[in-house]
């Protein structure tokens, strides 16, 4: 199988390399987006609109560029890598995917060149604090009422809603609370009447919300794909998201080992560097390895997460976050080992790339969510 790059993404990956180089290449820099009142930059979020990368996943019948799976993961991995704050798993992959493949014609038409152009971001709000990592779980009702809904509920922890324009709504219109049928996807000004936003900074350094909704009133053309049959959509957006993260994740821990391994170059004990330490060496190595392992399965996951077999694509990108989580904790956790107490602090960069890759081992999955994902599905290899 091949999986050398074409002229065009080995072209994409190095515009977004060398742009997020150019405005995060400093821990100074990071520090200095991160405390602006949204948590990035909005001037920095338009130069992204501009060199065409958050119309990528779009067609260019909705105002996008018509990139795939691999082009859209390749920018989540280089903007990861620079642990650039601007909300693009948020705003594109999860907003604007649910809308890519849900929305009308008129929806799409009216929502993604906005994101394209950078003068609209969303906000995917999905998760309740019950639900664990079950897609299904949903509790917030959506009634009709009058040919119009009103919603009641709580969201948590969504992703960049304070910096969005409309929210993508999950509400349960028909069904029990964990009910696959009956749950229906909205979308809605983020300032509408009836909605409640709180927001706080997370451990990576990023920024979420919990939303509550008292009687929100949304209209019927507010419906995003087909009423109570939302969950195949979600589960599709998600999916996507978990393979950005593979990407990110990868990015990430082969940014930290190597400056790991330079570190172990520079640090001295007893009058040499540490890294003539035969112990320290076979640590090193083992990053790599579990590096290695990661970017393989993070691979796998950018071929099947546009799979259109759900069950099969479900496995697979469960099985690619398993090996993602275990080599992200392996990888950060001997990293700070290496370095010692230096590599916990806030002044250092290893502890920034650590935090994030603590929040991604959790991020729509833990591993033993995914483990059982996998049996349940009867493995990877289920027809042999």
Not at 85 to 101: K, Q
Request: proline residues 3%.
């Amino acid at each position: 199988m091949d999986f050398d790059l074409t002229e065009e993404q080995n072209m994409l990956k190095e515009t977004v390399s060398r742009w997020s180089a150019n405005n995060y290449g400093t821990l100074e820099k990071l520090q200095a987006v991160r405390s602006e009142p949204l948590g990035f930059s909005q001037a920095k979020w338009a130069e992204l609109a501009e060199l065409g990368i958050l119309g990528l996943p779009f067609s260019e019948a909705d105002g996008g560029f018509g990139g795939g799976a691999v082009e859209t993961l390749m920018v989540a991995g280089a903007l990861g890598r620079a642990l650039a704050p601007e909300p693009y798993l948020a705003s594109v992959i999860l907003g604007g995917g649910a809308v890519r493949l849900a929305g009308n014609e008129a929806q799409r038409a009216v929502l993604l060149p906005g994101i394209a152009d950078g003068s609209v971001r969303l906000a995917f709000a999905h998760s309740e604090i019950q639900a664990r990592y079950d897609l299904s779980d949903v509790a917030t009702s959506a009634k009709l009422v009058d040919g119009a809904y009103r919603l009641n509920g709580n969201k948590s922890v969504v992703l960049n809603a304070d910096a969005a324009k409309f929210l993508v709504l999950s509400a349960r219109t028909a069904g029990s609370q964990r009910n696959p049928e009956g749950i229906t996807l909205f979308i809605v000004p983020s300032d509408a009447d009836g909605i409640s936003i709180r927001s706080y900074p997370t451990q990576d350094g990023g920024r979420a919300s919990d939303i509550t909704l008292n009687n929100l009133h949304v209209p019927a053309d507010a419906v995003l794909g087909t009423a109570g049959n939302a969950l195949p959509i979600i589960e599709r957006v998600v999916d996507g998201a978990t393979a950005a993260l593979c990407a990110e994740a990868v990015e990430l821990m082969d940014a930290l080992t190597a400056i790991t391994v330079e570190y172990l170059k520079t640090r001295k004990q007893f009058g040499v560097p540490i890294s003539s330490f035969q112990a320290l060496q076979h640590k090193a190595v083992d990053m790599l390895v579990a590096v290695e392992q990661a970017r393989s399965m993070a691979l796998y996951a950018s071929m099947m997460a546009e799979a259109e077999d759900p069950d099969e694509r479900r496995t697979a990108l469960s099985a690619a976050k398993v090996q993602i989580n275990r080599s992200a904790r392996f990888v950060g956790q001997t990293a700070v080992q290496l370095h010692g107490g230096i590599g916990m602090t806030m002044e250092y960069i290893g502890a920034h790339y650590f935090r994030r890759l603590s929040m991604i081992e959790l991020m729509f999955g833990d591993t033993s969510y995914h483990l059982r994902r996998v049996t349940a599905e009867g493995g990877l290899n289920k027809e042999a």
